[in-house]
């Protein structure tokens, strides 16, 4: 294939699988949460860390990712000891972070905001070896967290006083939960974006769920989704010249549609073949007795 014979477009690719594997094995606990905005919020703290990155001449990838796990370890701080004036404070770190990303990179020698559209909006050309490196380095955490500690962790996404009940560290899951969003932020800011990445961590989980309510069906559909709409995105990006980031979550939006479309009938068919395969009354328990009728004591 034409699309392989660029070294650049080879650690787009990479990074659009890894991507489409990590953004949806954490989503499927973000939306079982009730967290779906998470990883929006995390996005725009990351922001700063990209800046940082620039001012120090770092890795903006790196930088990403600790300013990310800051800001997510605050964020379950929040919703720990400030339930009734969280909101604001998140409000404010979100806005802050936001901010510290423009300001920094305005600080730094020869920076503009026009060097954050690729970290905001994603770009194929802008991937580069150290970020690539990154990416697996961080990818490989996601993935050993999510499925080394599924069960735990929908544990504790399901019911957190069952599973506090039954002996497993709330807090401390609650917790690597956050920061494991937190990173995949990170590793999806250069292929998806800082702005859209929480598409790809919720649209996949809830397109899957249109299939299917077991956990692990939802958790290897929605990660089947989401590489095949970041690879699928990459390449449309690469042969049509448009958006990675903007191309990617329109195509997860259309694969929610068609889901969604598909499993209508098939669950009006699953409804009627549950209904046809339950028994019916015992006639011998509806029907009156020949003797009781002859007597006359139905009517009585």
Sequence with gaps: MEILDYAFMQRALLAAVLVGITAPAVGVYLVQRRQALMGDGIGHVAMT?????????????????????????????????????????????????????VMFINLAPGGSTSNLSSFLFGS??????????????????????????????????????FARVTGLPVRFLNLLTAVTAAVTVSVAMRVVGLLLVSALMVVPVAAAQQLTRSFAATFAIAVAIGVSVAVGGTVTSYYQDVPPGATIVLLTIGAFILLTVLAAPLARRRARALAAARPGPDPAECSIPASRAADGKVGA
């Design 124 to 161: 194929l050309s802008t991937v580069s070896p150290s970020d690539v490196t990154a990416i697996c380095v961080l990818a490989a955490f996601v993935v050993l967290v999510t499925v080394g500690l599924r069960r735990q962790l929908f544990a504790v996404s399901q019911d957190e006083e």
């Design 49 to 101: 860390g990209v800046g940082l990155g620039f001012l120090l001449s770092w890795s903006p990838v790196w930088m990403a990712a600790v300013v990310s796990v800051v800001g997510a370890v605050f964020m379950e701080l929040v919703r720990w000891y400030a339930r009734t004036r969280g909101d604001i404070a998140l409000a404010m770190l979100f806005y802050g972070g936001m901010a510290g990303g």
